[in-house]
């Protein structure tokens, strides 16, 4: 009992620590597990704070980790011709400028540094832009100095791209922007590469960019289509990012569209050219000139230009489309349509004009030949081709005088004062008056002085538009600038030709007016348009130019409108020129001599002609003249161009020579003979077999000129010796 007891004792005595042991490792557990727990309610509890109570706080640290968005510029759409030509694209240009009042500018450096100061900008600036010396840049720049300037221009034009890349590298500006004030500022510069071409149809841009970040139209096509050409831009921001700044594109900018015009680049080139050429000749003051696809109604051409200093023309104004003139007599042509219409007339009524000068109401008319007596008796027809003033309005006063309405209403049925929707801003509008219209005065005289074109006011355009009705049976076109709206080279929006009127007279008229314009230019007016290379018809225009409600004080505006070629007309063109200061003013001599030029060159530009159908000419040469020398070789070249050949005399296959037989349309190839120890002939060969022949006999050779062999100075048959020179005349 002793030792079992003593056991017992023995083990409650081991298992007394180990328990002690166990509570003290679970009590160390808690203390750990307590610890992270309130780590973890710190943890959580921060984050609360930085979540709810220090959160904007926060994010103005984050905001300023961050630089703001800048706007990604989009590119302008492009601007082509109806043949893909480009007519105008943007390219960036740039302003520079030093900011003398920069908190950092290092004055020191600018005036005292050797390499990186005033005096090596100088000289670089200098030898780059070549616009002042190294004197005159230095002064420049410490001006600029002196008057504290935040914004003074380095250059004062604008700079491309690589240029500003090469000028950063200066002396001076290529330190840092905070040390040295230089900065730039971008702009978008429009180029035209053929120039003046239609540039007032095509139009211009706004160089700055606007704060939204776009580029913008100023007049033309580019205002138009602004919208679709301008673009969208996008978004970037500058963000720190694992301590480094990252340029981030947040939006993609959208490029504009780009829009195919109908210009005809070729044709615009013709009609500009025989423009100013007349402008020059007969000095005057400013032409338009506007070429018209007769079907389509497309513009193929259009041109204002207008006189900047002597001898210099330019365009500034597009007259074509804005300038709402009185158009003189080419509006004749409508007045004999409604007359005709009307039944008031036919072609061969007869009208007496008398001596050329007409009192009607007090006021005076004239015809332009009144000084030598006048037409007397005309035909209605005749009043057309000898645009006789008189000859017309006593026909529209026989018609109309008592109801004027009905002639002002037969205006408006052709068509003359329809809207024409045209795609260009700041376009006029044709106004004609009625007698009911209060807002405009209806004298006693407006009537008659209508009839030829005066006290109404029509856009050169309207009056092209009218006359290619004519040309195109009776329909009257919309005229059109634009063919196509491209995205990214596919067709977004193709344009069609727009019916403005479907016939602006009945069929027998129109056939009686065509009949007419062919006559003022085979027997009128228009004899000086009159071309032996393509017909033309049309009707010339002379028209007094009023200043303060007085002629006679501006001068005259001279017109042709007329199309080409006349059986079966493919363009419709109107030239009208104001104030020629050389000459007397004659629609048909100016105006009229351009629309010739212009239709002839046209017409030449065009021709196509089929080769295979042209009649052999006697003095063509059929077969090539062949050079005498080496077989392989000539065999060679003559069978690279497909020309028949005959050798059935051919006995050896060295030294040939070649006869044309135009009979049989070949070349007989024929042995040159040569003999054993005599000079050969070498006549009709070239340089190089001739030599070489030569040579191989032991002779020596001197050449004079080039081209074939057409005499030795050692007659053939001669006997060879060697080391002998023999010199050889090449033509």
């Not at 500018?105 to 200098?126: E, P, R, T, W």
């Not at 009707?539 to 007094?544: I, P, R």
């Not at 044309?660 to 003979?673: F, P, W």
Request: glycine share 10%; aromatic share 8%; hydrophobic share 35%.
């Amino acid at each position: 009992m002793n030792c079992i007891s003593k056991m017992a004792e023995e083990n409650e005595s081991r298992e007394a620590p180990q328990t002690d042991n166990g509570q003290k490792i679970l009590y160390r557990y808690y203390c750990v597990v307590f610890l992270f727990v309130l780590v973890l309610i710190g943890i959580i509890g921060k984050t609360c704070q930085v979540m709810f109570v220090d959160k904007s706080y926060w994010l103005g640290i984050a905001k300023e980790q961050e630089k703001p968005n800048r706007l990604i510029l989009p590119g302008r759409g492009n601007i082509y011709s109806c043949d893909g030509k480009l007519m105008a694209t943007s390219v960036p240009r740039y302003y520079t400028y030093i900011d003398f009042r920069a908190d950092g500018f290092l004055k020191d450096v600018f005036f005292k540094d050797k390499s990186n100061g005033l005096d090596s900008l100088a000289i670089c600036l200098s030898h780059k832009f070549k616009d002042r010396t190294p004197a005159g840049y230095k002064s420049y720049l410490r001006r600029g100095y002196a008057s504290k300037s935040r914004q003074f221009p380095v250059i004062t034009h604008k700079i491309s791209y690589s240029d500003l890349k090469e000028i950063r590298n200066f002396p001076f500006l290529r330190l840092n922007k905070y040390k040295n004030g230089f900065y730039v500022k971008e702009m978008v510069q429009r180029e035209k590469p053929f120039g003046s071409l239609a540039s007032r149809t095509i139009g211009d841009i706004y160089g700055e960019i606007d704060s939204t970040g776009v580029s913008k139209g100023k007049n033309g096509l580019e205002l138009q289509y602004d919208s679709l050409l301008r673009g969208v831009p996008g978004l970037s921001s500058v963000k720190r990012i694992g301590g480094r700044w990252t340029n981030v594109t947040e939006v993609e900018p959208i490029d504009g569209m780009d829009i195919r015009s109908t210009i005809d680049i070729n044709i615009q080139d013709i009609t500009e050219k025989s423009l100013v050429d007349m402008l020059k000749k007969i000095d005057a003051a400013s032409g338009t000139a506007v070429v018209m696809e007769v079907k389509t109604g497309e513009i193929k051409a259009i041109t204002n230009m207008a006189r900047l200093r002597e001898g210099v023309y330019a365009e500034t104004k597009n007259h074509a489309v804005a300038d709402e003139t009185e158009p003189g007599s080419t509006f004749k042509v409508a007045s004999m349509m409604v007359a005709l219409e009307d039944g008031v007339c036919l072609p061969g009524d007869t009208v007496d004009v008398g001596n050329g000068i007409f009192m009607y109401k007090g006021a005076r008319m004239t015809d332009h030949n009144n000084n030598r007596g006048g037409y007397h008796k005309i035909t209605a027809e005749q009043a057309i081709w000898y645009s006789s003033n008189i000859g017309v309005a006593k026909i529209i006063l026989k018609g109309y005088e008592h109801n004027p309405t009905k002639y002002v209403e037969g205006l408006y049925r052709i068509g003359l004062t329809k809207d024409l929707h045209l795609e260009i801003p700041g376009a006029g509008r044709a106004k004609i008056r009625r007698p009911d219209d209060t807002t405009l005065y209806w004298s006693k005289t407006t009537l008659p002085w209508m009839s030829f074109g005066y006290e109404t006011q029509i856009p050169p355009i309207y009056t092209l538009a009218f006359y290619n009705a004519i040309a195109n049976n009776g329909k009257m076109v919309r005229p059109m600038f634009t063919k196509e709206i491209l995205n990214n080279g596919k067709v977004v929006k193709r344009f069609s030709t727009e019916v403005i009127n479907p016939s602006i007279c009945s069929e027998q008229t129109l056939a009686i007016i065509k009949d007419m314009l062919l006559g003022v230019v085979e027997k009128g007016t228009g004899k000086a348009v009159h071309s032996d290379i393509v017909r033309i018809a049309g009707k010339t225009g002379t028209a007094q130019i009023a200043s303060g409600g007085v002629y006679r004080r501006a001068g005259h505006q001279v017109a042709f409108c007329g199309y080409f070629p006349a059986d079966k007309p493919e363009y419709t063109c109107i030239v009208v020129i104001r104030q020629p200061r050389i000459g007397y003013p004659s629609g048909g001599t100016m105006s009229g001599g351009v629309v010739k030029t212009i239709a002839e060159k046209i017409y030449a530009s065009h021709v196509r002609i089929n080769v295979e159908d042209m009649q052999p000419d006697s003095t063509a040469v059929l077969l090539p003249s062949a050079k005498s020398g080496d077989y392989g070789a000539l065999v060679s070249v003559l069978d690279e161009l497909d020309i028949n050949i005959n050798t059935d005399s051919l006995k050896q296959e060295q030294w040939v020579y070649a006869k044309a037989d135009t009979a049989s349309r070949q070349l007989d190839i024929e042995d040159l003979t040569l003999r054993q120890g005599l000079v050969p002939r070498v006549v009709g060969m070239g340089a190089k077999d001739a030599v070489y022949l030569l040579e191989s006999l032991g002779l020596r050779t001197r050449i004079q000129g080039i081209g074939r062999v057409r005499s030795q100075s050692i007659l053939p048959g001669q006997r060879i010796v060697k080391g002998q020179t023999i010199v050889l005349t090449l033509r």
